[in-house]
């Protein structure tokens, strides 16, 4: 039977029109400013104007889904005798999934006839969107839940994260370098190349001095790790740098022949701990 509804959450980083047209239900994680106490959703401002706040100095600090947000978004479903596929924002970075998985654990008790499996990718960003559509699109070809369910799992490992960001002051908030690091980075022109790791972590790899080379360090990536270089599917998500990202797309097309998939927004949530000029990129490779 196909009649399972898909879940994910906002960290995905995919438009919500096109989760429409997935037929993907979502919920959103949040953020405030330090200049306002009010709670915004993940796609509420529009993105621009997210990031000219931020290159205008505004602090954004984000909070998770709870756990009585799932109940109440998972139940509905489980009412009208659907089974649901839960893919979330890694553990290693939000406690999001947890508290899908709490309420799943919750509402199977009350429906013990339903299923509803939650699948941390230990992904981030559109690497989350893309282990997302791979789940899309074992349902369209008819797939059961626990077939889409192994769609996912299987590339979850294999899932390549790389991330570049054009100043490094807003990884220093986050603890992800030192305060050190961010001001010779900024003097230098110092970029850090960063993955998501097997525990879903954002981990620096190595650094490279400008933009331009850090954005072929992502390209030189693809090329020696992608799973099937000339057949791939590849997402890559912007920090509100659109020219850069378009950049990096026709450096893996002139390579390999292949077109990025979707180019998407690095969503508010994530963006606040990334900042503006954030570069990511998205394929199946041969592991992590």
């Known amino acids: 039977m196909n009649d399972y509804i898909i879940f994910t959450d906002s ?10 047209e997935w037929g993907v239900r ?9 200049s306002s106490p009010r709670s915004y959703g993940n796609y509420e401002l529009p993105f621009p104007e997210f990031y000219s706040r931020m290159r205008n100095g505004e602090v954004a600090k984000t909070a998770a889904i709870n756990t009585e947000t799932f109940l109440e978004a998972f139940e509905p479903h489980l009412k009208n005798g659907n089974d649901i596929l839960y893919v979330g924002f890694s553990s290693g970075l939000s406690n999001t999934v947890n508290a899908g998985a709490k309420a799943a654990e919750s509402l199977v008790a009350k429906y013990p006839e339903r299923k509803i499996i939650v699948i941390d990718t230990l ?5 989350e969107g893309l282990l997302l559509y791979f789940a899309v ?7 059961s839940i626990e077939e889409a369910e192994k769609a996912v799992r299987d590339r979850i490992l294999k899932l390549n994260h790389w991330f570049t960001v054009d100043d490094l002051v807003y990884l220093k908030r ?11 980075g900024g003097v230098l022109g110092i970029k850090p190349v960063l993955h998501v790791d097997d525990n879903g972590h ?5 650094k490279v001095r400008g933009r331009k080379a850090s954005l072929k360090a992502l390209a030189d ?3 020696e790790l992608a799973e099937t270089p000339r057949e791939g599917t590849v997402f890559i998500s912007h920090g509100d740098c659109l020219d850069d990202a378009e950049y990096l797309a026709d450096l893996i097309k002139s390579a390999h022949g292949v077109d990025v998939k979707i180019i998407t927004y690095v969503g508010s949530v994530i963006g606040a701990h990334s900042g503006p000029g954030t570069m990511a990129l998205f394929f199946v490779g041969k592991m992590r």
Not at 137 to 143: D, I, P, R, S, V
Not at 174 to 184: H, I, K, L, N
Not at 202 to 206: C, D, E, N, Q
């Open 174 to 184: 986050g603890g992800r370098v030192s305060a050190t690091a961010a001001f010779f």
């Open 221 to 223: 990536k693809y090329t």
């Open 26 to 34: 979502y919920e959103s994680l949040t953020y405030t400013f330090n």
């Open 11 to 20: 960290a995905c980083d995919l438009s919500p029109e096109t989760l429409k």
């Open 137 to 143: 699109e074992a349902k369209k070809n008819g797939a």
């Open 123 to 127: 992904a981030a960003s559109a690497g």
């Open 202 to 206: 954002l981990i620096p790899v190595t």
